[in-house]
């Protein structure tokens, strides 16, 4: 059965820090879909990247980066130079062809940014 | 292009009453999807709906849930004889034509629903 784990419940760092949430997943699938959300205390989903299993090149947008690592089911995601906007509440999710379209969430890591 | 829509943003029921949540896709969207998160907790899928059709409904509960997507107006997550249990967000998504695995889901801000 699919399953994400997100083992961090709350991090809690410093202004500036570099952070990273950890999420792994477990599928049977060969072809998935991994993506991360961020939910900010507005309560609203933002949607923040969509991988596919056959790429597992690193990706980087901004402050944000991704490591992808099939061999250990992982799909961490680093924040460089946290902000305070960067509070919120990350959702790792997969979504594979047994899930039927479904998007299977891990519980979410709540990160906090102090000034 | 406005993004999508939910109504009411927070809605307060006793139990025993009805719950609409209501859901407007992105323009040019057909595929709508409904998920709950509990408190403290991940989001949870209930039910995968295009137009006029339910295509997956394996995580609505049997009783007292039901979803439409009619041919016009916005979808509609119904809740009958509400309880306490029913307390959570309900967040509807959508995705465009190319079909759930093919595209990315949208999410809207979330109906959260109070039962006292």
């Known amino acids: 059965a699919q399953k994400v784990t997100q083992a961090q419940t709350e991090i809690s760092v410093v202004e500036k820090e570099d952070v990273t949430l950890d999420c792994v997943y477990e599928?049977?699938?060969?072809?998935?879909?991994l993506f991360w959300y961020k939910q900010p205390p507005s309560g609203e989903l933002v949607f923040l990247i969509r991988r596919n299993s056959f790429d597992e090149q690193n990706e980087i947008s901004g402050r944000y980066s991704w490591n992808f690592q099939k061999s250990t089911s992982s799909f961490n995601f680093t924040i460089t130079a946290s902000q305070v906007v960067d509070s919120a509440v990350y959702f790792c999710a997969l979504e594979d062809m047994d899930s039927n379209y479904q998007l299977i969430w891990g519980a979410g890591t709540k990160l906090i940014i102090k000034p | 292009n406005a993004g999508v829509m939910q109504n009411p943003r927070h809605l307060v029921r006793r139990r025993g009453q009805e719950a609409r949540l209501r859901c407007s896709p992105m323009?040019?969207?057909?595929?709508v999807y409904w998920y709950r998160q509990l408190p403290e907790e991940g989001l949870k899928f209930m039910v995968y709906l295009q137009k006029e059709n339910i295509i997956d409904e394996s995580g609505m509960p049997k009783e007292r849930f039901s979803a439409e997507f009619p041919k016009e107006g916005p979808s509609i997550l119904r809740i009958q004889q509400v309880v306490r249990g029913d307390s959570a967000a309900y967040f509807c998504a959508s995705s465009p034509p190319g079909g759930p695995y093919q595209e990315t889901q949208y999410f809207g801000p979330g109906t959260r629903l109070l039962v006292l």
């Open positions: 599928t049977r699938d060969t072809t998935y879909y």
């Open positions: 323009k040019g969207h057909s595929h």
